[in-house]
């Protein structure tokens, strides 16, 4: 099982990225797909996660509005797209994935202990 998250770059406060997780060795329709970053120094955040089952979709606060997920589970890609990004979001973004998540309703859903797989992570860089 693999999954492969890119799209990261350098970019400018107020632009856009699309992040994509690939998943190979997986039916991804079975699974939960969380989207994480992480700062030198600090824990992994939980950004957001779809469900594989109900639609349910959640995100953290401070990307509500401005970031939104979707999935192509026919071509095992999970998508994060960034919208108005912003210096604080510079993070290495990492994709995972959770077979027993049903819904992605609230905080919980981002427990790293649930998540089976992870990806290798890639890197935004957001400058003011």
């Known amino acids: 099982v693999q999954l492969q998250a890119s799209g990261g770059g350098p970019v400018q406060a107020g632009d856009s990225l699309r992040l994509s997780c690939i998943a190979s060795g997986v039916t991804l329709g079975d699974y939960a797909i969380g989207w994480f970053r992480q700062v030198p120094g600090k824990s992994r955040e939980g950004v957001s996660c779809?469900?594989?089952?109900?639609?349910?979709?959640w995100y953290t606060d401070s990307v509500k509005g401005r970031f939104s997920v979707s999935r192509d589970n026919a071509k095992k890609t999970v998508y994060l797209q960034m919208n108005s990004l912003k210096p604080e979001d510079t993070a290495v973004y990492y994709c995972?994935?959770?077979?027993?998540?049903?819904?992605?309703?609230?905080?919980?859903?981002?427990?790293?202990?649930?998540?089976?797989?992870w990806g290798q992570g890639t890197q935004v860089t957001v400058s003011s």
């Open positions: 995972a994935a959770n077979l027993m998540r049903r819904r992605c309703d609230t905080g919980s859903s981002v427990r790293l202990y649930e998540y089976d797989y």
């Open positions: 779809t469900s594989a089952s109900d639609s349910s979709v």
